[in-house]
């Protein structure tokens, strides 16, 4: 059965309106009926009470806003009328809410996924090789190998609007008018057939591009390092090509300590190139192109064979958030992070700024002091970071965010924290650390969709789940990435984008747990080598996240 309205958390004191309502809407609520002064458009909140001036707001049963101006019984929450507020935390309370609602997990204890299996133990749900750059000053080589590798070993996939161009050009020479060609409705897109991969049991060559390296400090080219490492040593890449040019910061020699880092005893198929020692552009690509080949036969070697779900390491992300979000989406996935963890497997919570209110719950949360204390001095840090650069995390939301309802960061971080379940805080990473523990591990990167998706693979996430409400493309070089919708008007509107629609638990056809186990139904299969819409695109999203200045 579908409400008009939600309240989130008990001690809340604002509804999200699940459908429009427009003004003089009669509410059922408790029991009585509140009737909208204002129209409140669907993801927005209403208030069930008068608010006066230096009222709080609490939503998630955490304060998330500071009334500024009036809002009458009845009337909508806006930017105009509350400001971003959120509480103090203190990390040396020394409580560790170590209990917690473990969920039944039996039906799951059995099941596996088919995935590649490494030596170090870990687990892959993909087979990639890849190709990458240590320095920006290489990424047109990398571009030179992809055009010379993809099409011949049969990775190519485009779709092509080339014929769309054609017909317009068609149109305008035979005479058509501007008005008439706007009007013309043009044929569908061409997709060019893939050639039959010559290395089967290779998912593909994923040719990774970036601007470091050099230009900016020493530690931006140690960090840069240690991502690409962990992309390197990540389970689900068979080997890598990687292009120096020699004289940049980010050296050979700072990459192997960095691999040494993640995998002490590396065994995979490793090719390293200086161009400035090698000579011409000729000579490394001829080099490279047979390095890399040599390297796919011994990729192709690799086959799928059963894993069980603790293998699996899942990032949780969330990118073009809506009002909706932290209630159908965000929770669901929130359920699968505790199921995950419960069968034994990893969780990685990411996105700090987007953490903003909930400081004192994680801090709760973590198993012990020193975790408590590393989250909330990280937390600090870089909110410290952002206010002197002129901005801070109440500055967080999109104009996107708060025209579907997500007023102030705080409203936002509380609803994005829900994908993390109520699990206990195990380990507390900064960029670009590797997960080694079971359960939620909470990893210190920025709240933007590509760099925060780029940072949790990097730290060993084989599969990312992505809510949206909005809508986002995104997708990553080795990693699947599951777009998680909060509604159901976006599954149909983008469904060559979504996976998965959760906007069934707002239209009163499911409930959270329910679609928290289809996710995980449907996470068993991509890890098993079912394709995601970001894959089939070919969304190969890669952003580093450079944190000093340049010199």
């Not at 880092?261 to 690509?285: A, C, N, W």
């Not at 629609?501 to 991509?526: H, K, M, P, S």
Request: net charge negative; glycine share 10%.
């Amino acid at each position: 059965m579908k409400h008009l309205v939600a309240q989130i958390h008990p001690h809340d004191n604002v509804l999200v309106a699940l459908t429009d309502l427009p003004i003089g809407t009669p509410v059922p609520w408790k029991d009585g009926m509140i009737t909208t002064t204002q129209a409140i458009p669907a993801k927005h909140k209403v208030a069930p009470q008068a608010f006066e001036p230096g009222d709080l707001v609490h939503m998630y049963g955490v304060l998330v806003g500071k009334v500024r101006e009036r809002i009458p019984l009845g009337g909508l929450l806006t930017t105009s009328n509350i400001q971003h507020a959120t509480d103090s935390f203190d990390q040396t309370t020394g409580v560790h809410r170590l209990n917690w609602p473990v969920p039944d997990v039996t039906k799951w204890q059995e099941r596996n996924f088919m995935g590649f299996h490494r030596a170090d133990g870990r687990v892959g749900t993909a087979n990639y090789w890849l190709v990458i750059p240590l320095v920006f000053c290489e990424n047109r080589n990398i571009q030179v190998l992809e055009a010379a590798l993809v099409d011949d070993l049969g990775y190519g996939r485009k779709k092509s609007y080339q014929p769309q161009t054609q017909e317009l050009i068609s149109l305008m020479q035979a005479g058509k008018t501007v008005e008439e060609i706007l009007a013309t409705d043009l044929h569908s897109a061409e997709i060019s057939r893939q050639k039959p991969r010559l290395f089967p049991n290779v998912d593909g060559v994923r040719f990774l591009q970036h601007e470091g390296g050099c230009g900016g400090i020493r530690q931006d080219a140690q960090t840069l390092c240690g991502l690409l490492a962990g992309y390197i040593t990540h389970p689900n890449v068979a080997g890598a090509t990687v292009l120096s040019l020699g004289c940049q910061n980010a050296q050979v020699s700072m990459l192997q300590d960095e691999i040494n880092k993640r995998s002490p005893q590396f065994y995979k198929p490793l090719y390293i190139l200086e161009q400035q020692k090698i000579g011409t552009e000729e000579d490394l690509i001829s080099t490279a192109l047979r390095q890399t080949f040599a390297g796919l036969m011994q990729a192709n070697a690799q086959h799928r064979q059963p894993a069980p779900l603790s293998k699996l390491t899942i990032g949780l992300e969330c990118g073009g958030s809506d009002g909706f979000s932290g209630i159908s989406a965000n929770p669901a996935v929130g359920h699968v992070s505790d199921m995950l963890v419960a069968l034994g497997g990893s969780v990685i919570l990411a996105e700090f700024p987007e953490l903003c209110g909930v400081e004192q719950e994680l801090v709760d949360r973590s198993v012990d002091q020193p975790t408590a204390e590393r989250f909330s001095s990280l937390m600090k840090a870089y909110g410290d970071s952002a206010v002197a650069v002129g901005s801070g995390f109440d500055m967080n939301p999109s104009p996107g965010n708060i025209r579907d309802g997500l007023i102030t960061d705080a409203m936002k971080s509380a609803g994005a924290a829900r994908k993390g379940g109520s699990s206990p805080v195990v380990a507390v990473l900064d960029y670009p650390e590797l997960v080694t523990k079971p359960g939620l591990n909470l990893l210190c990167t920025p709240g933007n969709d590509v760099e925060s998706t780029t940072a949790e693979v990097g730290s060993g996430a084989t599969i990312v789940l992505f809510t949206t409400g909005l809508g986002t493309p995104t997708g990553n070089p080795i990693a699947p990435v599951v777009k998680i919708s909060s509604n159901t008007a976006l599954a149909n509107r983008m469904p060559d984008i979504i996976d998965l629609n959760t906007g069934t638990v707002i239209d009163g056809e499911e409930t959270i747990e329910q679609a928290g186990e289809r996710i995980l139904d449907y996470v068993i299969r991509v890890a098993s080598g079912e394709e995601v819409a970001a894959v089939r695109h070919g969304q190969t999203d890669f952003i580093p996240w450079k944190r000093g200045v340049s010199l």
